[in-house]
C-alpha cells in the first residue's frame, strides 16, 4: 500500500524539491550577515587586545572586574565593550555564550585565553594572571 501511495505522490511532486542539490542563494542573508559582522567583532577584539572586557555598565561584578585590571595591571589596556551601549549587544551576547558557553556579564579574555566571569577572574592564582596578562 505504501509502495502504490509513494508512486501517486512522486509523479506529482518534483523531484529535487527537497533535495540537497537543489538551486539555493550563494548570497548570506541579512542576518547571516549580520552574525558575520558580530563574530568579527568580537574575535577581533580578542585578538587584537591583550585584555577584552565584554562587559555591562551597571553590573557590579564588571565594575569589579575592570577595577582589578586598573588597579593591577595599569600599563595594560583593558578593552572593554559596553553591552549595554550598543545597538548589537545582546547578539554579542549571544555569540559570546555560543563561543565560551557563558551568558553573562563580564566575560573576560586575556591574551585570547577565556578567563570567564568575575568570579573566574577572582579565583585565579595571581601569578597565574600575571603570567597569561605578561604572555607574549
Not at 529535487?16 to 542576518?31: D, G, I, K
Not at 569589579?64 to 585590571?69: D, E, I, N, P
Not at 549595554?84 to 555560543?98: H, P, V
Not at 556579564?105 to 594572571?129: E, Q, R, S
Request: aromatic content about 8%; some cysteine.
Amino acid at each position: 500500500m505504501l509502495s502504490s501511495l509513494y508512486k501517486a505522490l512522486s509523479s506529482k511532486v518534483p523531484a529535487n524539491l527537497f533535495s540537497t542539490t537543489a538551486a539555493s542563494s550563494s548570497t548570506p542573508s541579512q542576518y547571516q550577515n549580520k552574525i558575520m559582522a558580530i563574530k568579527d567583532l568580537v574575535e577581533t577584539a580578542i585578538s587584537d587586545n591583550k585584555v577584552t572586557i565584554f562587559s555591562k555598565t551597571w553590573c557590579p561584578y564588571s565594575a569589579r572586574a575592570k577595577a582589578l585590571f586598573v588597579k593591577d595591571y595599569p600599563g595594560v589596556p583593558a578593552h572593554v565593550l559596553e553591552l549595554d551601549e550598543t545597538d548589537d549587544g545582546s547578539a554579542i551576547q549571544n555569540y559570546l555564550a555560543e563561543k565560551t558557553g557563558q551568558r553573562s556579564v563580564p566575560n573576560i579574555f586575556v591574551n585570547g585565553t577565556h578567563v570567564g566571569g568575575c568570579d573566574d577572574l577572582f579565583a585565579m592564582k595571581k601569578a597565574d594572571l600575571k603570567a597569561l596578562v605578561e604572555k607574549a
